[in-house]
């Protein structure tokens, strides 16, 4: 997610084994911008079709869409170095595209989540999978 001139995605050092799929991407007030390399890509569509990323089996995956996120909590700012235990602000609400569509990692791409996500929520064993940072990355 980026706001003003900030960029949703940069990859600086690009490798061909960097694969990115399923994710939700979100510029406020402005259009989506990815930049890899020395390449700059002004919509999901183009990044799609000219580099491979965001499809699997020849689906299309990810999505630029408001992901509808809850905000700071009171006196944490913007950038600012926080714990994972406070960390409240950037969940999905009721609504929030990030709720569903997402992959099984070890069903889809043969990896293991591990039970939990970072903030020590269970991760689903079937149905519909979130699509969001905190989920599918197992414990750090």
Partial sequence: MGAGRAVPLRVEKPHDKLRFENNL??????????????????????????????????????????????????????????????LQAFRPLPGSPATKGGLNLSGRLGLEPGPSDFLGDALPTQGTWPVRAVSGLGRL
Wanted: net charge positive; charged share 25%.
């Fill in 25 to 86: 991407y979100w510029r406020v007030g402005a259009r989506v911008r990815i930049v890899r390399g020395e390449r700059s890509y002004q919509s999901l569509k183009v990044w799609r079709k000219e580099t491979g990323q965001e499809l699997l089996d020849g689906r299309r995956l990810g999505l630029f869409k408001n992901p509808k996120l809850s905000p700071h909590a009171a006196g944490v700012h913007a950038g600012e170095c926080v714990g994972v235990s406070l």
